[in-house]
């Protein structure tokens, strides 16, 4: 018997034992994941899960682990431990012994890099899904051929994708992942490749298609304005684990971490909270006036509420810091000042405003902020 029947025997092994110890419970609509593997210096530890109709976008910065979360998912890389399972069913499973193989899933990926075959036409990369699976050539090209009408591009169906635009050597890809008809659609950075203009198409595109897709669908983006445009839930993952969960808007409002912060563009300080006093490890200090649990905190500022100052200011401000001028960014007729010390925030001023006060690196300046332009949030 060969290595690949002897695997196939196994997994048919295994799996009739998982299904001797079950009850007769209805299956869990869901896909439902529990990621534990080592992959050179990252050590992947996630848990999640997608409901059907339903899209979760993985954020997280370069080396997090986002894309090697769909490689498991899609069965191009075995988990050490956990599981991997398709509406109740395990699909990868080292303590039971099962591992399917990615062209038995139901899972269709859509890469970043599109991953189209050079040698093939539109039709043939859409077909290729569905030949993997067995369907007959004939069959195949039928389907194919009707996905292509589907993404706007039977016209397109003979050129090879050296002749195809970005967005829709894009549309193809994403043909091909759904003529399958999975029940997960994985999507890995399937803008990044575009250019701006086409990008805004392809997602506008992408949105329309989900429409008609009640499967799980999970999209690894670096961009926000993707998470926003197309995810119903937001997971964010830095190295390797799962630090915050749920609607862009909540995890945006309260950012846990330095990441998420300067994601969408706030100073994020980390201390202790006592009696609306936060207490930096570094020793710094911020007032905040409103009332918050006592004890490991976050304070979020934003960067125009940063005021700053060649001299030590009077006036209203609860918050008043020196600090050292660390980078300055110009862009248009604003300017972004990085200011490290006690505390590390970023202040965001007029380029006229930078002018007057003469800033320059390494230079040390006052910083003031009110107690009611800051947010404190328990850990």
Known sequence: MSSSACATAGWVAARARVRDDRTDRPPRLTLDVDIGVRLGTLDLDARLDVKPGELVAILGPNGAGKSTVLRCIAGLLAVDRGYVRVDDEPVDDPAAEIFVPAERRSIGVVFQDFLLFETMSALENVAFGLRARGTDKRAARRIAGQWLARVGLDAYADDHPRNLSGGQAQRVALARALAIEPRV????EPLAALDAGT?????????????????????????????YALADRVVVLEAGRI???????????????????????????????????LTTPNGGVVVVADHAEDGPAFATIRPN??????????????????????????????????????????????????????????ENVWASVKATDIIAYAV
């Open 243 to 277: 630090i915050q969960t749920g609607t862009l808007a909540d995890v945006t409002a309260h950012p846990r971490s330095r990441y998420v912060a300067d994601l969408v563009g706030l100073n994020l300080i980390a201390g202790t909270l006592t009696d609306r006093t």
């Open 305 to 362: 509420a940063v005021a700053l100052h060649r001299h030590q200011p009077e006036g209203s401000a609860r918050n008043v810091w020196h600090l050292t001028v660390a980078d300055i960014d110009q862009y248009a007729d604003r300017a972004r000042v990085t200011l490290a010390g006690t505390l590390a925030v970023t202040s965001e001023i007029t380029a006229a405003a930078l002018v007057d006060l003469d800033i320059r690196l390494g």
């Open 199 to 227: 990008r805004s198409t392809v997602r506008r595109d992408l949105r329309r298609h989900f429409q008609s897709f009640d499967g799980m669908r999970l999209l690894v983006t670096h961009d926000p304005v993707d998470a």
């Open 185 to 188: 659609l994985l999507l890995d």
